[in-house]
């Protein structure tokens, strides 16, 4: 009868995976066989049918890979929603968030660490401002660096700083970059102010060499940069993965014109600085 071909065909398709793996061992010369050296695929695939422990352990495999795939499904639905949820404010490319209301997040699921797609690129096309460059433009903030936080000696620099409580959080920085800043939180208290009350900072101005240099300024001396984390939860460095609060508020950050520290090939997730084309801008409008 034709049908008995079709449904071993179609029971062998559906354990070939688990005859990929118990074959050999049901072949090897320890195994006893009843087939002799003229069997066929059929006497093969009914023998292994037969065999009841080999379908009680395939029966254990089946239950242990469903449940191991409801688990990754939840785990990429958890993914989905918050990436949607990123993507509803325009992250993943640096184009500008949209600004729309975004769904409903717990406060713990803010600081879920998360795979950036498309880093190195979501700077694009904002340029990173050097030592050199900021140098040329402001001056030197001190002449003396050390590895640690040390006072601005810059008398022109030190007469354009501030300390405001900007948002949630309180910094001293320069006056366009203080007003900037504040752009930025205000469009972040606007489209989710349940991230925005959870931002925190772990410094921005600190007049020292980069670590592991010496004598180039980090942008952080002029009081050019912000590190920020969300609900004191501080984002690993260099992991190439960052918190689902950083992520979106990001975008927020490429839109008013700063770099974000996820995009160097040292990832820095938590650093925030003024880009070299907002420097020039406020040049060119005497801000600086």
Excluded at 141 to 155: G, Y
Excluded at 229 to 258: M, P, S, V
Aim: charged residues 25%.
């Amino acid at each position: 009868m034709r049908l008995v071909p079709a449904i071993i065909i179609a029971v062998a398709l559906l354990i070939a995976p688990v005859l990929w793996i118990v074959l050999p061992k049901m072949l090897s010369p320890s195994r006893t066989s009843t087939l002799g050296p003229d069997a066929t695929v059929d006497d093969l695939v009914f023998e292994f049918l037969n065999q009841e422990n080999v379908i009680f352990q395939l029966q254990e495999r089946v239950d242990e890979l469903s449940a191991a795939v409801r688990e990754l499904n939840s785990q990429l639905q958890r993914v989905e929603r918050d990436l949607a949820s990123a993507r509803t404010l325009g992250g993943g490319g640096g184009t500008g968030g949209s600004q729309a209301p975004i769904g409903e997040i717990e406060d713990n699921e803010y600081t879920e660490v998360v795979l950036i797609q498309n880093r190195t690129g979501f700077n694009n096309p904002l340029s990173v401002a050097s030592s050199s460059f900021i140098v040329d433009l402001l001056g030197r903030p001190r002449d003396v660096l050390s590895d640690n936080c040390e006072p601005m000696t810059n008398e022109g620099l030190k007469a354009m700083l501030r300390t405001e409580q900007v948002g949630p959080v309180t910094v001293t920085m320069l006056e366009p970059a203080i007003e900037s800043l504040k752009r930025v939180f205000e469009s972040i208290r606007r489209t989710d102010p349940k991230l925005h009350d959870l931002i925190n900072t772990a410094g921005a101005l600190c007049v020292r060499q980069i670590r592991g240099t010496t004598g180039r300024y980090s942008n952080h001396s002029f009081g050019l940069a912000v590190d920020l984390n969300i609900n004191g939860r501080l984002d690993n460095f260099t992991d190439g993965k960052t918190q689902l609060g950083l992520i979106i508020i990001a975008d927020f950050f490429h839109e008013e014109g700063w770099i974000w520290g996820a995009g160097f090939n040292r990832e820095d997730s938590m650093h925030f600085e003024v880009s070299k084309e907002k420097l020039l801008e406020w040049r060119s409008e005497g801000l600086i």
